[in-house]
Every structure is written in C-alpha cells, then in structure tokens.
C-alpha cells in the first residue's frame, strides 16, 4: 500500500507495480461482495478504449533503462573532462588504469544513485525530488570515495575529485531535465500514464480528478470511480464514470484493467480500506491513500506507524526565525549586485521611456504589502500618462477570469515602447529598490492594489502574510494567462511551503519564463 499526499497539486509518479505470487493472498481476502448494478456495458467499453495502451511494465522499463544509459554516459564524460583536466590524455601505460578507474567510478555512480531512489519512478518525472535525489547521490559517492580511499592508503589526486563530481552532478541533471522533458512530451500525447480507479465520496474524487487534470505530467488519469453517493453510470468531473459503489472496487479495477486503486479523501473506514487492499492482493494493482489533505509540499508532511496505524505531521508554516533572515540577506544581496551591475542600462531604459512618451520615467504605485501595511512599489511606465483614469471604460474588456485582476492582451493604454518592456518583464526592474529597502522580496506573491484587498475572501488575505515579490509562482506558470482562482491557488501554496530552496527554484524559472514571454502582457 503506497501513501500518497496530494498536496502540492503537482503529485509525483506513483510507482511501478511489484512483482507478486499469485497465490499470495488466496486465503486472505474477505468474502466477495454482494452483486450489485453492474455498469452498463457501453461505460466499460469507453473505459477500456481509455486504458488500452503500452502496459506499465514496458515503458517503466524503458524509462529507468533510459535513466540509467544517461547517467552513465554523463559519469563517463565527467570523469573524461576531470582526468585530462588534471592528468592531460592517457598515455598508452595509463590505458588500463583510466578504463579500471572510469568503469569502477561509473558502477559506483550508478550504485549511489540507485540508493538515493534515483530510478524510483514514483519519485521522478515530477516535483523536485529527483533533482534532491542526484544530489544526495553524488555526496554519498564523494563520501564513499574518501572513506576508501582514507582506509586503503589509496593515493587519489583530491582536484580530481573536486573536479568530476560537480561536473558529473549538472551533466546528469541536464539530462535527467532533457529526459523528463521528453517523458513530458509523451504523456501530453497520451503515452507512458497510469490509470487510475478513483475510491472515495463523489467530492474526494472530484478533487483528486482536478488535482491529475492540473498536471498532467505526473502521467496520472482517473477513468473511473465506484462511491457511495453516485448512481453507477453516473458521470462525476471531467465524464469520469461511476462504476460501481466501493464495495466492488477491486471487481471494477480488474474489469477495465486500471493500474492503481486509490483512496480518495476519508470517506471510508479503516476496515474497508483493509478489505480493499486484501482484494487487491495478487491482482498486481497498486493502492494508493490520496488524503483530503491539500497544497502542503512534501517537506512540511511527516508520517510515522504508531501500532500500524501511519500518523500524518504537518509542520506549522514558517513567517518568522532564521529562514526569514536568511531570506532577507538573500534579497538584499542579490538586489543589491543587480543595482549596481545594472545601473548603466536602467538609467538608459528610464531615459527611453522619457523621451518616447510624456511623463515620468517611473511610475508609482499605491499597493498593498505585508500584513496589509500600504506600500509604493516603482516600475518604469509602461502605459500612458492618463492610464489611470482611462481604466473605468476597459473594465467591461477585462480577460482575466474572476474579475479581481483587469488584464487585456492589446491594451490602448500601453505605449509603444511600454509592450517591449511588459514582454520580457524589464518594466519590473526598479522593484528592486523595493527589495533593497525591505517592502518588497525577490521571490512572493504578486503586489495586488488596495481595490484588490477590498473584494478578497477571507482566505485570500492569507497571501499578505509574507512580503510581496518582483516574481513568484504565478509568475511562471503562466502570469496573466491564469484565472483569479488559479493565481491565488498558486500563492497561497507559496505563502504555505515557501524556502530558500524553493524561492532559488522559482528565482531560475523565472528567467525561463521572461525569456518564452509568456502570459507577460
């Protein structure tokens, strides 16, 4: 049984299935069910055409296959680039021990990767965890190479060593990124997913159905559903069709051939979800536990067995103590080097601006900062000088889904030269003078105006617990092309599980996402 949080709205893989004995659980599972209303036939039929694709098995094998030939090839040429750095080319007496030291470097990579769970396909293709884990594994090789090295009075040149396992460390996670990419590319198309058979009440299923439809590069799609509250042949979101009531769950994964059973919310009891796992025995399905528990990234979740029964912790969100200093020394850090090493092409953007359009070169603007405190945040003006009193005739021309934000993709108020710096974001660039004064952080949630903060929802408000940022996780996931819901759904998230590492993740997309223009209007 696999437990799963769904919390970041972006889930991981879920695994490949294990090989089982058949007849493991022949004398374990509870008396079958009683018949019930079995789904039309037309329903199982249109599950099927669903499901009908490469097994599992096959493409996992692929894909690790594909992992580890990468990882090789890139531990190859690491230690190629860190030995004629260091040593020049291999002389022919140093052939034989070039070949020993590479094939014994490369098996011990690949060792120390498969012990971080770097070919776990649960934990790869999404999220940041595969990154983490390739990381963890070249430290535990650099560690295991010292120790050995230590005890068997081996003489190994330490720049050899500084050099190969840092160079090994970015060859591999480029092309880790370049496989992911292309696993991406599959599973838009259809290919390389698991199915799924969504258990639970009508609303767990609905959510957990909206949660794989958010990313479906998690290669996840629920094709059916058996609840309680819902008439089987029903449809629930997105035509997933109810199949049956919970009881004869297994009977309906085994009937439209489903690779995983999972359990959506905490609608059903302890004793049912162990039932439906001994049903599951011996059927090579995999059970997955999706909690109601949301927008929680994995390092806030903490599950430890008391009596067999696994305890969920949820760390409390941080908006205080040393990761905020650090944050802090981060912004005015960075903010700081960009001011000055760009000084010269702010003063000619800000003089562009001036001489192409009337009025100031900066404009100033009345926003609301953390916990709700009035702030000013600069940008170079992008629009017209009498932008703000021409707004009241555009409301009705809004594109933005939710009516809280106004957006328009051709907007009259927006100068010639303003487009170009909305494009790649440079209007933005004086905001980090509010970063060095401390109202504003390089990475949070957008600066939403006073007007804004009047139609919030109480939960909404929770977005000014933090200092807003000059880019975020709106920012790059798609900027203006997201709805209200969306953009606030994103920044909550951050407001919940925000970290350095996070906020450097979010600092590198960003570039990504100036330079693809996306959304950026």
Same mark, same amino acid.
Request: with cysteine.
């Given at each position: 049984?696999?437990?799963?949080?769904?919390?970041?709205?972006?889930?991981?893989?879920?695994?490949?299935?294990?090989?089982?004995?058949?007849?493991?659980?022949?004398?374990?599972?509870?008396?079958?069910?009683?018949?019930? /209303?079995?789904?039309?036939?037309?329903?199982?039929?249109?599950?099927?055409?669903? $499901?009908?694709?490469?097994?599992?098995?096959?493409?996992?094998?692929?894909?690790?296959?594909?992992?580890?030939?990468?990882?090789?090839?890139?531990?190859?040429?690491?230690?190629?680039?860190?030995?004629?750095?260091?040593?020049?080319?291999?002389?022919?007496?140093?052939?034989?021990?070039? $070949?020993?030291?590479?094939?014994?470097?490369?098996? &011990?990579?690949?060792?120390?990767?498969?012990?971080?769970?770097?070919?776990?396909?649960?934990?790869?293709?999404? &999220?940041?965890?595969?990154?983490?884990?390739?990381?963890?594994?070249?430290?535990?090789?650099?560690?295991?190479?010292?120790?050995?090295?230590?005890?068997?009075?081996?003489?190994?040149?330490?720049?050899?060593?500084?050099?190969?396992?840092?160079? *090994?460390?970015?060859?591999?996670?480029?092309?880790?990124?370049?496989?992911?990419?292309?696993?991406?590319?599959?599973?838009?198309?259809?290919?390389?997913?698991?199915?799924?058979?969504?258990?639970?009440?009508?609303?767990?299923?609905?959510?957990?159905?909206?949660?794989? $439809?958010?990313?479906?590069?998690?290669?996840?799609?629920? $094709?059916?559903?058996?609840?309680?509250?819902?008439?089987?042949?029903?449809?629930?979101?997105?035509?997933?069709?109810?199949?049956?009531?919970?009881?004869?769950?297994?009977?309906?994964?085994?009937?439209?051939?489903?690779?995983?059973? /999972?359990?959506? *919310?905490? *609608?059903? @009891?302890?004793?049912?979800?162990?039932?439906?796992?001994?049903?599951?025995?011996?059927?090579?399905?995999?059970?997955?536990?999706?909690?109601?528990?949301?927008?929680?990234? @994995?390092?806030?979740?903490?599950?430890?067995?008391?009596?067999?029964?696994?305890?969920?912790?949820?760390?409390?969100?941080?908006?205080?103590?040393?990761?905020?200093? /650090?944050?802090?020394?981060?912004?005015?850090?960075?903010?700081?080097?960009?001011?000055?090493?760009?000084?010269?092409?702010?003063?000619?953007?800000?003089?562009?601006?001036?001489?192409?359009?009337? *009025?100031?070169?900066?404009?100033?603007?009345?926003?609301?900062?953390?916990?709700?405190?009035?702030?000013?945040?600069?940008?170079?003006?992008?629009?017209?000088?009498?932008?703000?009193?021409?707004?009241?005739?555009?409301?009705?021309?809004?594109?933005?889904? @939710?009516?809280?934000?106004?957006?328009?993709?051709?907007?009259?108020?927006?100068?010639?030269? &303003?487009?170009?710096?909305?494009?790649?974001?440079?209007?933005?660039?004086?905001?980090?003078?509010?970063?060095?004064?401390?109202?504003?952080?390089?990475? &949070?949630?957008?600066?939403?105006?006073?007007?804004?903060?009047?139609?919030?929802?109480?939960?909404?408000?929770?977005?000014?617990?933090?200092?807003?940022?000059?880019?975020?996780?709106?920012?790059?996931?798609?900027?203006?092309?997201?709805?209200?819901?969306?953009?606030?759904?994103?920044?909550?998230?951050?407001?919940?599980?925000?970290?350095?590492?996070?906020?450097?993740?979010?600092?590198?997309?960003?570039?990504?996402?100036?330079?693809?223009?996306?959304?950026?209007?």
């Amino acid at each position: 049984m696999t437990d799963l949080a769904f919390g970041h709205g972006v889930p991981e893989s879920l695994g490949v299935p294990e090989p089982v004995d058949p007849g493991a659980a022949a004398t374990a599972l509870p008396p079958a069910p009683a018949p019930a /209303a079995a789904p039309a036939a037309a329903t199982v039929d249109a599950v099927r055409s669903v $499901v009908a694709r490469e097994p599992v098995a096959r493409w996992s094998r692929q894909y690790v296959a594909t992992l580890v030939l990468s990882d090789a090839a890139c531990a190859i040429a690491a230690i190629a680039a860190a030995w004629g750095i260091r040593f020049g080319f291999p002389s022919d007496s140093q052939v034989g021990t070039y $070949v020993l030291l590479s094939g014994l470097f490369t098996l &011990g990579w690949l060792l120390a990767v498969q012990l971080a769970r770097g070919y776990d396909l649960r934990t790869v293709t999404a &999220g940041p965890r595969e990154y983490h884990f390739m990381l963890k594994a070249a430290l535990n090789l650099a560690g295991s190479v010292a120790i050995v090295a230590y005890f068997s009075h081996l003489l190994l040149a330490r720049t050899f060593l500084a050099l190969v396992i840092p160079l *090994g460390v970015v060859l591999q996670m480029l092309a880790r990124y370049a496989v992911r990419r292309t696993v991406h590319i599959r599973r838009a198309n259809g290919e390389w997913t698991r199915t799924i058979l969504a258990v639970g009440t009508s609303e767990s299923v609905r959510h957990l159905v909206d949660v794989t $439809v958010r990313n479906p590069h998690a290669g996840l799609v629920v $094709v059916g559903a058996c609840v309680e509250d819902a008439e089987p042949n029903s449809f629930l979101a997105r035509d997933v069709p109810v199949l049956g009531d919970v009881r004869h769950a297994a009977n309906a994964a085994a009937e439209i051939g489903a690779d995983i059973v /999972a359990v959506a *919310g905490s *609608g059903l @009891g302890p004793q049912r979800i162990r039932e439906l796992g001994w049903q599951l025995e011996g059927t090579g399905r995999n059970m997955v536990m999706a909690p109601g528990l949301t927008e929680v990234a @994995g390092p806030r979740v903490h599950v430890t067995p008391v009596e067999g029964l696994p305890l969920m912790w949820v760390d409390q969100p941080q908006f205080a103590g040393v990761k905020r200093t /650090a944050k802090r020394a981060l912004d005015v850090l960075v903010s700081a080097t960009l001011l000055l090493l760009g000084a010269p092409f702010l003063l000619l953007i800000g003089l562009v601006v001036r001489l192409t359009s009337a *009025g100031p070169a900066l404009y100033r603007s009345q926003r609301i900062g953390l916990n709700g405190n009035l702030i000013t945040v600069y940008k170079f003006r992008s629009m017209y000088a009498d932008a703000d009193s021409r707004l009241t005739a555009l409301v009705e021309l809004n594109e933005v889904e @939710g009516g809280v934000l106004f957006k328009m993709r051709t907007d009259p108020r927006v100068t010639v030269v &303003g487009r170009y710096l909305r494009k790649f974001s440079i209007d933005e660039l004086p905001q980090l003078l509010n970063v060095l004064a401390g109202s504003m952080s390089l990475v &949070g949630p957008r600066p939403p105006l006073p007007t804004e903060v009047e139609r919030y929802h109480s939960h909404v408000h929770r977005r000014l617990l933090v200092k807003p940022g000059m880019t975020g996780l709106w920012q790059v996931s798609g900027r203006s092309d997201l709805s209200w819901d969306e953009a606030v759904r994103l920044d909550l998230y951050y407001v919940e599980n925000w970290s350095l590492g996070f906020d450097v993740a979010i600092i590198l997309r960003t570039v990504w996402a100036v330079l693809r223009s996306r959304g950026a209007y």
